[in-house]
């Protein structure tokens, strides 16, 4: 059987560490992946309190506050002038 996701890490893996100059050890044996995989433990994600992920929806109407306020930050001038600062 074709393990295509194996694959893939073993190669991103090889690669990674290619670029590392570890090149000793590499494999592209699904087997002893799987093994090596079997043995690491991923801790369960836990979040931290109190910071907020800004969805797009609220990224969206805060930037139409911003720019109700004239505060958009499109980089004209009144008057549809552009500044040039040297």
């Given at each position: 059987m074709i393990s295509y996701?194996?694959?893939?890490?073993?190669?991103?893996?090889?690669l990674r560490a290619t670029n590392f100059?570890?090149?000793?050890?590499a494999t592209f044996d699904d087997d002893a992946i799987r093994k090596m995989?079997?043995?690491v433990e991923v801790p369960s994600f836990t979040p931290k309190e109190g910071v907020k992920i800004q969805t797009p929806e609220e990224a969206?109407?805060?930037a139409k506050a911003k720019e109700a306020a004239?505060?958009?930050g499109g980089g004209a001038a009144a008057g549809?002038?552009?500044q040039l600062h040297c």
């Open positions: 996701h194996i694959q893939y890490v073993a190669a991103a893996a090889n100059g570890i090149v000793e050890g995989v079997a043995g969206e109407a805060e004239g505060g958009g549809g002038e552009t």
